[in-house]
């Protein structure tokens, strides 16, 4: 399967705990981005990365979340002190630079007890 | 109010009707996105277009840029049309502001 992948698909933590969530893009793809989607919502842009500087930061973005794209592959969102309000569906796609187009990762469903 | 705009939130068609949904954004933008998702979350692209109209299989986009509207049609509706459909307006900088989405039940 050579499509964008994200692991794991649903993560429950209590509030409080850290957690961090994996996206692999497609293989030669240098964009990745972060969305992240409630119920009922579209998705709303968090991040980007251009291989491995990260772009942009939506305010979405609080300092309890950070991003890393180290070798410009696979990039890992990471919560801290995760919140009830975080829980959402944490979707990953990637693309080429000068191809608008993006492909989707089935996402990663987190439920904060 | 969110950039872009869906129309209607929610829509339920017999099989084999024709589906139209409606998409508004507010400023200029380099492309206009649309997308599939399915239960489970899973996004799939449709389509992406800057002018004019696409087809593929029964659906159909188009865009008009001057009114910044955009509609996605699809033709002889099935139950396995049934998702929902997202409208994303991308701008030069690669940033992507979603619509709320249309949720369609096509029933049999």
């Known amino acids: 399967d050579t499509g964008v992948s994200q692991d794991p698909r649903h993560k429950i933590t209590k509030r409080g705990q850290n957690v961090t969530f994996r996206c692999d893009p497609i293989?030669?793809?240098?964009?990745l981005y972060w969305y992240r989607q409630t119920l009922g919502q579209g998705p709303e842009f968090l991040t980007y990365?251009?291989?491995?500087?990260?772009?942009?930061k939506s305010r979405l973005l609080s300092d309890r979340f950070s991003a890393e794209r180290p070798k410009g592959s696979f990039s890992t969102l990471e919560i801290q002190r995760t919140e009830q309000g975080d829980s959402a569906m944490y979707l990953c796609?990637?693309?080429?630079?000068?191809?608008?187009?993006?492909?989707f990762g089935p996402g990663t469903r987190l439920t904060v007890t | 109010k969110n950039e872009v705009e869906q129309s209607p939130q929610n829509l339920t068609a017999q099989e084999g009707e024709f589906i139209t949904i409606n998409c508004s954004y507010s400023?200029?933008?380099?492309?206009l996105h649309w997308l599939q998702q399915h239960p489970g979350g899973g996004i799939v692209s449709l389509f992406m277009?800057?002018?004019g109209k696409k087809k593929h299989g029964r659906l159909i986009a188009t865009i008009n840029i001057q009114e910044k509207h955009s509609s996605l049609h699809i033709t002889a509706s099935h139950p396995r049309d049934s998702a929902v459909y997202i409208c994303?307006?991308?701008?030069?900088?690669?940033?992507?502001?979603f619509g709320a989405g249309t949720r369609l039940t096509v029933k049999p």
């Open positions: 990365f251009q291989n491995e500087a990260q772009l942009e």
């Open positions: 277009l800057s002018s």
């Open positions: 994303a307006a991308q701008y030069n900088n690669n940033d992507m502001r």
């Open positions: 293989s030669e793809h240098n964009r």
């Open positions: 400023v200029g933008i380099s492309a």
């Open positions: 796609a990637s693309s080429l630079v000068g191809d608008g187009e993006q492909y």
